[in-house]
């Protein structure tokens, strides 16, 4: 089962331009987690938010999280191509990790 | 940060046979890890977490006699794919954490599996 759900799926930016993804989740949760994935690799973990913080800066990262409207949002600043990924907003519920189905940032140069 | 390999990176197995996974914690001791399955353009679905020593705990819908865990080692756990169909075709990626820490896991590189 699917923990979280992204919104947009889809997300297409200018390089420079910011990029915010949004993530809605329907348990409760000890954490959320946002992960990023190359086509065809495996994950890089980018940042873990508790569930009683609610905004977290990692370089050009910021995390938000709501746990009242269970959302959370990953923000990064001056997008860069490099950057073109998917990202997955994870619950961690205990020991497991839950994903939601991801978005797909394509940053164009 | 903690490094987990898997191997084979790529595998190509005709239907009815049986393939093997392996995911091993190169620099820690990894008392739990996850395998997850994961469908092109799709999010990554758990499909179990084994304990070192332990059976492993199967999600719900994932046929634990079809995808056999074995957690050995507190550096090795392997997945089993028995009598391989192409629907079985797909990446498949695991995860280990280690003593004491419970919400970091650390993800394998993932294996693509392609069952003809």
């Known amino acids: 089962s699917q923990q979280g759900e992204e919104d947009p799926q889809a997300l297409s930016i200018q390089e420079g331009e910011n990029a915010t993804m949004n993530c809605s989740y329907k348990t409760s949760i000890n954490n959320l987690q946002w992960y990023r994935q190359n086509s065809g690799r495996g994950l890089v973990h980018l940042i873990l938010?508790?569930?009683?913080?609610r905004e977290k800066h990692s370089g050009r990262l910021r995390v938000t999280l709501d746990t009242s409207k269970k959302s959370s949002s990953l923000l990064i600043t001056a997008s860069r191509a490099a950057d073109t990924a998917s990202y997955f907003c994870?619950?961690?519920?205990?020991?497991?990790?839950?994903f939601g189905p991801g978005t797909s940032l394509s940053v164009i140069p | 940060g903690a490094v987990v390999s898997q191997h084979p990176s790529r595998v190509i197995c005709k239907s009815g046979t049986s393939v093997k996974i392996e995911c091993r914690s190169l620099?820690?001791?990894?008392?739990?890890m996850f395998w997850y399955r994961q469908f092109p353009k799709k999010s990554l679905m758990l499909m179990a977490t084994?304990?070192?020593?332990?059976?492993?705990?199967?999600e719900q819908g994932v046929e634990k006699d079809k995808f056999l865990i074995n957690h050995a080692s507190l550096t090795l756990s392997t997945l089993t794919v028995t009598s391989a169909h192409p629907e079985d075709s797909s990446f498949y990626i695991c995860?280990?954490?280690?003593?004491?820490?419970?919400?970091?896991?650390?993800f394998g590189p993932g294996t693509r599996l392609t069952v003809t």
């Open positions: 084994s304990n070192e020593g332990s059976k492993a705990t199967y």
């Open positions: 938010i508790r569930s009683n913080e």
């Open positions: 994870a619950g961690g519920v205990y020991d497991k990790v839950i």
């Open positions: 995860s280990a954490r280690g003593q004491g820490v419970v919400y970091e896991q650390y």
């Open positions: 620099d820690f001791q990894a008392t739990t």
